[in-house]
């Protein structure tokens, strides 16, 4: 069953057009991430589904019900992890999550839950006294304090350190060893790779690929890339069709058949006596795939 | 839900949450609770705590009920309108409003606390100047000393939030809070009462404010020569109007999020904008 169903979505700021026609369909305890650089918007589509924001066009389902006008009942069954983190700076760890906590008819206890985000001591400091990640993860904490149905974690991970990272990882998993569904954006491919059943990359608005981790991008598939420096020497009668030439002479071919055309390739050079400099023959890496579908890959 | 949270017991505990996040302020405690106080003492030492001529009434007399005004104002105005105004840019209020929290009972609790902490302003006030500046209180004009307190405090609340509701930033709060209540709290006879030689406009803009209306009776049912139980039915009436429109409008424009092109969220993304 789909948890959250977007169809068309859109969004226009002014004269910008932030979303420009996203689908998604999330189904019950599935880990989506949304990755993309910033400015993308993501950001805009999780706030759209959390009812922080009104959409332009488009239909929007999450939980049966619309965000736009839900109201009490639907923020009951939703745990938002903000970007920021926005609590009073006056309390502590503690009572930060006892007042937060009150709010929902389910919840989680609040020791637990303190010593599940790794703050347990720092229970009774000052959340002024913290430090950025401790911040995040207080964030975390009050974002499922009303133990939710669907979890929004936007950039749950940024400016932790490395540690702190497989912390926050360590407690997504644990969401969803628990059934809940969860909807990440963030700009961290390993982030996205690590956590996410499926992941979609957005781009100006705009999915411009879907899929699991493995298959994004047509990365099982995609082509290898073979590359070297020519100099002073045509590139005439290279035997592949897909070649492109840099002005420094920096000669790349896209090839589906590497082997064949590493073969033709280097047949051509010697027939010539051309030496091929920094030969070099490289499979894409999910960054690459990544860089290219957000339209900043070798060519920009 | 059955374990739903009652709303009494929501506003009870975002009562106790404001009301600590007041008093770990410490520049709010400070202006709200101290600062008044020490004008007041201020002004008995300066002025000697006699008999002033023209107001029949000892200068304790007139300046512990005006400045315990004062300090209810500064309690729900100034305070209401600063704190809520920089939690909005901050994101607090953006975090609550993605909580089933209902708003209304969020904003009630601020309102609720704020008018908490003005009674004890008052309380501190004519305490001391009746212990220690021997501040005489009436039985018979107790009750609309009392009422005149709640409905300005109301008043004041319902305006505090208006600002909140309708400047960019907190900086901006305290800008607008602290220029309109400082120059009316002179004309309006909070700091020094206006001479009859005073401008008729001076008196005009004095009048159509509701800070007169609060400090008047107020200050009226701690004095002698105040005859029967002080009602000020025309004041109390005034404040109500302002307080009705002041919340009419704050509803229609409250915001809970910081607007585009204020606080790190959206310079943040503005930046964005040009890397991409």
Known sequence: ?300 | MPDRPSTFFLLWSQTKYQNKIFFRNPMAAFFTLFFPLMIFVVFSLVFGNQEIGYLGVTTAQYYAPSMAVFAAVSATYTNLAVTTAYQRDRGILKRVRGTPLPPAVYLGGKIISAIMIAAMAVLIMMTIGVVFYGVQVYASTLASAAVTFIVGVASFAALGLLIAAVVSSGESATAVTNATLLPLSFFSGVFIVPSDDAPAWLDAVANFFPLKHFVEPFVAAFSPLTVGAGWDWGSLGYMVLWGVIAVVLAIRFFKWEAPVGRGGKSRRRKKDATVT
């Open chain 1, 1 to 300: 069953m789909a948890v959250i169903e977007v169809q068309g979505l859109v969004k226009h700021y002014g004269e910008v057009e932030a979303v420009c026609g996203v689908d998604l369909s999330i189904d019950a305890g599935e880990v989506f991430a949304l990755l993309g650089p910033n400015g993308a918007g993501k950001s805009t589509i999780v706030e759209i589904l959390e009812g922080h924001r009104a959409k332009t066009s488009g239909s929007v389902s999450v939980l049966g019900y619309d965000p736009a006008k839900a109201g009490r009942s639907y923020r009951e069954r939703i745990g938002i992890v903000l970007q920021e983190t926005a609590v009073e700076e006056q309390l502590t760890v503690k009572e930060a999550i006892d007042v937060y906590g009150s709010m929902y008819p389910k919840r989680r206890k609040t020791g637990e839950l303190i010593e599940l985000v790794g703050l347990g001591e720092k229970t009774d400091s000052r959340i002024k006294a913290l430090s950025g990640g401790q911040r995040r993860r207080l964030e975390l904490a009050l974002g499922i304090v009303g133990d939710p149905e669907l979890v929004f974690l936007d950039e749950p991970t940024t400016g932790f350190d490395p540690s702190a990272r497989r912390q926050a990882w360590s407690i997504v998993e644990n969401l969803t060893s628990l059934g809940k569904t969860v909807l990440l954006t963030t700009h961290y491919m390993d982030e996205a790779q690590y956590l996410a059943d499926r992941v979609a990359v957005i781009a100006k608005g705009q999915i411009v690929a879907e899929g699991t981790p493995d298959t994004l991008g047509g990365r099982e598939t995609a082509s290898t890339l073979i590359t070297f420096q020519m100099s002073g020497h045509s590139i005439e009668g290279l035997p592949s069709n897909e070649v492109t030439l840099s002005e420094n002479g920096r000669v790349t071919v896209r090839s589906m058949d590497p082997t064949g055309d590493l073969h033709r390739i280097t047949g051509w050079a010697i027939e010539r006596g051309v030496e091929l400099a920094g030969l070099s023959v490289t499979r894409p890496s999910l960054e690459d795939i990544y860089l290219e579908l957000i339209g900043e890959g070798t060519d920009a």
